[in-house]
């Protein structure tokens, strides 16, 4: 079976902290992503990579960044963690173009 | 733009087949995806249409029609464990999306005994 696992299912951080949340795929799949997910707004794409070091902007990136130095890892950074940014937070892999994504547990995060 | 719309909500009992439908507008279209999603779950994947018609995997089907921009997922004999909510997503191939995924807002389903 994939499995898609994320660092942390709970997160409190405070207002200006720089915020690092992790994600680890172990079937070797080529492409990552990030999404958040609101209450009536389904899931929104943070950002998503194709490859290592490789990554595309998705519909809501500003205030994120991501980093993809292994193949497996693609970690999400809030680089000055706001209110607005409280959230589930959803990271999933895929194996080339194939339609089916997989997704990990999520991090609720919370920062106040 | 990209748009999906699918309702909000839907109640049902225990027994009864649920239909829950899915328009979409994209500059480009793929295919069309459904996920399930248990309150404080992760989303699982259900089901995939590329082409129009119906394609059926036990309990849950799932239907296409590419030029009326609509699908659907038919949920029969409803058990309380369909409770969760489902999302519609499309693969859109615009210039400008490389083939990722729009998710609809998601439907909540209530299945009642």
């Known amino acids: 079976d994939v499995k898609v696992t994320q660092s942390s299912r709970y997160l409190v951080k405070r207002t200006g902290e720089k915020v690092f949340l992790e994600c680890v795929q172990d079937?070797?799949?080529?492409?990552m992503f990030w999404y958040r997910q609101d209450p009536g707004l389904g899931l929104r794409l943070i950002y998503f990579?194709?490859?290592?070091?490789?990554?595309e902007k998705g519909d809501i990136p500003e205030g994120y960044s991501v980093s993809r130095e292994k193949k497996e890892r693609f970690s999400l950074i809030l680089e000055s963690a706001s209110t607005n940014q409280t959230s589930m937070y959803l990271c999933?892999?895929?194996?080339?173009?194939?339609?089916?994504?997989?997704f990990g547990p999520g991090t609720r995060l919370t920062v106040t | 733009g990209q748009s999906l719309e699918q309702p909000s909500e839907v109640t049902a009992v225990e027994g009864a087949i649920v239909q829950i439908n899915c328009t979409y507008q994209?500059?480009?279209?793929?295919?069309l995806s459904w996920y399930q999603q248990h309150d404080g779950g992760a989303p699982t994947f259900l089901s995939y249409?590329?082409?129009?018609g119906l394609e059926e995997t036990g309990r849950f089907s799932s239907f296409l029609s590419r030029s009326d921009s609509y699908g659907y997922l038919l949920l029969q004999e409803l058990q309380m464990k369909d409770s969760a909510s489902y999302f519609c997503?499309?693969?859109?191939?615009?210039?400008?999306?490389?083939?990722?995924?729009?998710f609809g807002a998601g439907t909540q389903v209530v299945v009642t005994p």
């Open positions: 999933a892999s895929s194996p080339g173009l194939r339609y089916e994504q997989y």
């Open positions: 079937m070797d799949h080529e492409n």
């Open positions: 990579s194709y490859d290592v070091k490789m990554k």
């Open positions: 994209t500059s480009g279209f793929y295919g």
């Open positions: 249409n590329a082409l129009d």
């Open positions: 997503a499309v693969r859109d191939t615009g210039t400008d999306s490389w083939g990722k995924l729009q």
